[in-house]
């Protein structure tokens, strides 16, 4: 059973655009919810995370919006760039448990 | 940032040989470290959950004795895939998280994995 669905399985995006990845989780018990961003041949790395308490979390060109009713959190990567170019997945966790979703491949072109 | 170390960063071996992999956390302690199986475009898949000083926690369908996990010390935890054969080839990533009083800190930190390769 999936635990976190993640769409779109992949995303192309102009330079300066915006990029939208959308998760969606079941275990209303999940209380952490990272996003990370993994190149190829490298091993994921933390990108942002939230927690349910929060609808909303910036950091930088990096936006999370939560939606806790809806189970539902997203990740927005504001002008977007070339170097954003990477696999992203989201994740959700509880205690010991971290579940992925299935990740997203972007491609920023220039 | 935390820093997880994993060695080798690639491997290639042949078929019926056995590989290990060590991932270490630099500089802190690690109670708990977590094993990963990735495979082209795909997600991580948690293997296992390797526990110092006690077994480790395989998930369903994870072979124990293909996969032998040792966490001998607070810093260090080895995968060692036995006999090897090529369908074992993989993306293989740890990761560890901060030890919080009984619990684990929320923050997961990556190992930059292991590419193995068996022909």
């Known amino acids: 059973q999936q635990q976190v669905k993640q769409s779109p399985q992949s995303l192309i995006v102009q330079k300066g655009g915006i990029s939208i990845i959308n998760c969606a989780y079941e275990?209303?018990?999940?209380?952490?919810f990272p996003w990370y961003q993994q190149f190829p041949g490298k091993g994921p790395a933390l990108l942002i995370a939230?927690?349910?308490?929060?609808s909303e979390k910036k950091e930088g060109r990096f936006t999370i919006s939560f939606n806790k009713s809806a189970k539902q959190f997203s990740l927005h990567i504001m002008d977007s760039q070339p170097g954003d170019s990477a696999t992203y997945f989201c994740?959700?966790?509880?205690?010991?448990?971290?579940?992925f979703g299935a990740g997203t491949r972007l491609t920023v072109k220039p | 940032g935390a820093v997880v170390s994993q060695h080798p960063s690639w491997v290639i071996c042949k078929s019926g040989t056995s590989v290990k992999i060590e991932c270490r956390s630099l500089?802190?302690?690690?109670?708990?470290m977590f094993w990963y199986r990735q495979f082209p475009k795909q997600s991580l898949m948690l293997m296992a959950t390797?526990?110092?000083?006690?077994?480790?926690?395989?998930e369903q369908g994870v072979e124990k004795d293909k996969f032998l996990i040792n966490h001998a010390s607070l810093t260090l935890s080895t995968l060692t895939v036995t006999s090897a054969h090529p369908e074992d080839s993989s993306f293989y990533i740890c990761?560890?998280?901060?030890?919080?009083?009984?619990?684990?800190?929320?923050?997961?930190?990556f190992g930059q994995g292991t590419r193995l390769t068996v022909v």
């Open positions: 990761s560890a998280r901060r030890a919080r009083g009984p619990t684990l800190d929320t923050e997961a930190f």
């Open positions: 275990n209303t018990a999940f209380d952490y």
């Open positions: 939230i927690r349910p308490d929060v």
């Open positions: 994740a959700a966790s509880y205690n010991n448990d971290m579940r």
């Open positions: 500089d802190f302690q690690a109670t708990t």
């Open positions: 390797s526990n110092e000083g006690s077994k480790a926690t395989y």
